[in-house]
Nanobody, 117 residues
């Protein structure tokens, strides 16, 4: 099963930017759909953005126009560029992978993003 390792979280002031990275340990990275989820204290985990093997990217309405998901298949890495961060973006962010025809079944350990007002 693919293993995922996130990096890039931290503390930032409102209006600032962060870029999250997720490195995948698989020789067939290009076959996977990749996604970023987040979970804030007391809330359910939600899908923030996803990028399929082919096709259109998806963004949660709460982050449209501020976040950008991208992937580099040569580096087995998916990114989440987060701009204009708001305190409401504070959460643990998780990288996830889905094999073709499967649901999200591989998860990273999570990285904390804290946005101060």
């Amino acid at each position: 099963q693919v293993q995922l390792v996130e990096s890039g979280g931290g503390l930032v002031q409102a209006g600032g930017s962060l870029r999250l990275s997720c490195a995948a340990s698989t020789r067939t990275f290009e076959r996977y759909s990749m996604g970023w989820f987040r979970q804030a204290p007391g809330k359910e985990r939600e899908l923030v953005a996803s990028i399929p093997r082919i096709g259109r990217t998806y963004y949660n309405d709460a982050v449209k126009g501020r976040f950008t998901i991208s992937r580099d298949n040569g580096k087995n890495t998916v990114y989440l560029q987060m701009n204009s961060l708001e305190p409401e973006d504070t959460a643990v962010y998780y990288c996830a992978a889905a094999a073709p025809g499967a649901s999200w079944n591989a998860w990273g350990q999570g990285t904390q993003v804290t946005v101060s007002s």
